[in-house]
């Protein structure tokens, strides 16, 4: 079986994605993370046993950490997951961002290159570098704008996206001059078990059931495209299987929904769930917005549909369900990643947002 190193692989989409490697025996996997205070090690404990699975705690911006690693285990694969993902964390330091999501990312490359130049021929011809990146690159559509294509010129609006398009470059880069065999994937918001809750869906649910107000920013009317965590997984482990090297491919979930909408729907599954005397939509408050708040993002993902077949399983209602079933049977991993770290975050971003109109 091949073996592939990951980067970022404790955090939300990289466990996941782990998780089913091990789980489908995909690949033996090599797992390379800093453990930054937005993830739970917790996630990935009943692998510890696992002979296929071994974690390595660092900076994918220690150059001579990851050419170690590239040299001992001799991976066929790097999949790039590694990176400070949170808007809000951007908006409050942007400094780690570009610490990690550009200068780590680099680092990251210049190791994979010099590993991959001393390969032999056939090794070469096999390696893949995918670049795991996101549909903020593009910036922000109008409501009659169409969507995302791998072509829609990248036009990142918030430190978080800057910071991900320099990295996006870097890596187009590296193929187009030293013929790196590269891959880029573009997708729109995650959700789905194991996510940090100081992103949207797990905050909401959280919040809702420990009866906390459910914070939206702005009118609510920001639109985002929502794609089931494991559909995300499968599409990178095809690319990285089929696809020409070089390419970059979108992906999403055929799923616009506004900020408002999430958040209702969020609640209309918790009163059948878990009943109280008061609808949790109750809960709902509309505070001051995001500095720099993207409007609406919307992906076009028939290229992976057209060229490698993909295509979303899970539909937004199905998926919804069993995130917050997730959470709920989830209440020791909940508890871990609510800890003092987690406090002061949320004292920081919301501290001092206004309320504008509760419910
Ligand atoms: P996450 O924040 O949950 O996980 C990121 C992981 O990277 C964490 O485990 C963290 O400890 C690790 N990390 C951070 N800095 C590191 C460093 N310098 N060296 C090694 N490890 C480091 O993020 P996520 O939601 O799982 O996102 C994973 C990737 O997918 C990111 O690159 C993100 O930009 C991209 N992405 C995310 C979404 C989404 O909706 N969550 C959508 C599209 C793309
Ligand atoms: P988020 O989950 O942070 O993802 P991203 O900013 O990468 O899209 O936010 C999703 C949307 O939800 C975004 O438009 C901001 C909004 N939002 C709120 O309205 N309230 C919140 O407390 C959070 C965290 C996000």
């Keep these: 079986m091949q073996t592939v190193l990951v980067t970022g692989g404790v955090g939300f989409i990289g466990s996941n994605f782990i998780l089913k490697a091990r789980k489908e025996q995909w690949a033996n996997i090599i797992n390379l993370d800093k453990l930054t205070c937005a993830c739970n090690p917790q996630t990935l404990a009943k692998l510890q046993d696992d002979a296929g699975y071994h974690f390595v705690q660092g900076d994918i911006g220690n150059a001579e950490l ?8 001799q991976p066929s694969a790097v999949i790039n ?3 400070e993902s949170h808007v809000d964390r951007s908006i409050l330091n942007p400094q780690d961002f570009i610490q990690t999501n550009v200068l780590g ?3 990251l490359l210049e190791a994979s290159k010099q590993y991959w130049e001393r390969l032999s021929a056939q090794q070469r011809e096999s390696f893949r570098f995918l670049h795991v990146s996101t549909d903020e690159v593009y910036g922000s559509l109008s409501p009659t704008d169409s969507a995302f294509r791998e072509d829609t010129p990248y036009a990142p609006n918030s430190p978080y996206a800057a910071s991900k398009a320099g990295s996006d470059h870097l890596v187009r880069a590296y193929f187009h001059t030293y013929g790196l065999p590269t891959l880029i994937t573009n997708c729109s918001n995650n959700y789905g078990p194991y996510q940090f809750p100081e992103k949207l869906i797990p905050l909401i649910i959280l919040n809702a059931l420990q009866g906390r107000s459910l914070p939206i920013y702005g009118d609510g009317q920001n639109i985002r495209d929502w794609l089931y965590v494991t559909d995300h997984c499968e599409a990178l482990y095809l690319i990285l299987q089929s696809s020409r090297i070089g390419e970059t491919y979108n992906i999403g979930g055929n799923n616009e929904q506004t900020n408002l909408t999430v958040v209702e729907k969020i609640c209309a599954i918790l009163d059948e769930l878990v009943p109280t005397n008061d609808r949790y939509s109750s809960l709902i408050t509309f505070v001051s917005d995001r500095l720099g708040h993207d409007r609406r993002y919307a992906v076009d993902c028939s290229k992976i549909n057209r060229e490698l077949g993909w295509q ?8 919804l369900l069993k995130t917050i079933q997730w959470y709920l ?12 770290a987690y406090q002061t975050w949320i004292q920081q971003n919301y501290g001092d947002k206004v309320t504008v109109l509760s419910r």
Excluded: C, K
């Excluded at 979303?312 to 998926?319: H, R, Y």
């Excluded at 989830?330 to 800890?339: A, K, L, M």
């Design 66 to 73: 990851v050419r170690d690693l590239l040299e001992r285990y």
């Design 81 to 83: 997951f590694a990176a």
């Design 105 to 107: 990312a680099f680092q």
């Design 312 to 319: 979303p399983n899970e539909n937004f209602d199905s998926g």
């Design 329 to 340: 049977s989830h209440p020791i991993w909940v508890q871990q990643v609510q800890s003092g």
